[in-house]
T-cell receptor
């Protein structure tokens, strides 16, 4: 099955800093989603981005499908951005299941 | 904005008991999913469901698990005889069409199952 690798595994920032999270995947995909898991365990949809670039406020994401990676940018980070960020993909030749990466644990300190 | 809802938010059960986790998908969605996340680990796919039948399942989804759409709005996951290792957060998700057709999956807030 498809492999999804996220980096870095852990990231500690001061409030106001910018960051880039990376997601590499091993095969072609036709669905890629970024999620934020908050301290209560809820998965919040951030982006549906199988290709191209999208922006939503301080967050933006870019997927380069031909090179099999996606990036999530967080600008001017806030303490409420803390949590785990997951990348998940649907392999092009394999049904509709989302395969998740291990996540990036982000801590934003005041 | 429409959202996926799940009940209960937290369930505690004894080993060997049956549990039913409930989900109400977004109303115009056709595809439904269950995922689980053991504490501290990544989210794992369990099963997908379309047109009143399972369309795909993982190796985790063995005979102790079953899914059902008992009416026009609810989607349930039943675990027949719970084990300690079933303790996890269970997420329901729905989409207009399968992810393979490039549709976003929307997740519910999860049910935390604790088996004692």
């Amino acid at each position: 099955g498809i492999q999804v690798e996220q980096s870095p595994p852990d990231l500690i920032l001061q409030e106001g800093a910018n960051s880039t999270l990376r997601c590499n995947f091993s095969d072609s995909v036709n669905n890629l989603q970024w999620f934020h898991q908050n301290p209560w365990g809820q998965l919040i949809n951030l982006f549906y981005i199988p290709s191209g670039t999208k922006q939503n406020g301080r967050l933006s994401a870019t997927t380069v499908a031909t090179e099999r990676y996606s990036l999530l940018y967080i600008s001017s980070s806030q303490t409420t951005d803390s949590g785990v960020y997951f990348c998940a993909v649907v392999e092009e030749t394999s049904g509709s299941r989302l395969t998740f990466g291990e996540g990036t644990q982000l801590t934003v300190n005041p | 904005e429409p959202e996926v809802t799940q009940t209960p938010s937290h369930q505690v059960t004894q080993m060997g008991q049956e549990v039913i986790l409930r989900c109400v998908p977004i109303s115009n969605h056709l595809y439904f999913y269950w995922y689980r996340q053991i504490l501290g680990q990544k989210v794992e796919f369990l099963v997908s469901f379309y047109n009143n039948e399972i369309s795909e399942k993982s190796e985790i989804f063995d005979d102790q698990f079953s899914v059902e759409r008992p009416d026009g709005s609810n989607f349930t996951l039943k675990i027949r005889s719970t084990k300690l290792e079933d303790s996890a957060m269970y997420f329901c998700a729905s989409s207009e069409a399968p992810g393979g057709s490039s549709y976003e999956q929307y997740f519910g807030p999860g049910t935390r199952l604790t088996v004692t």
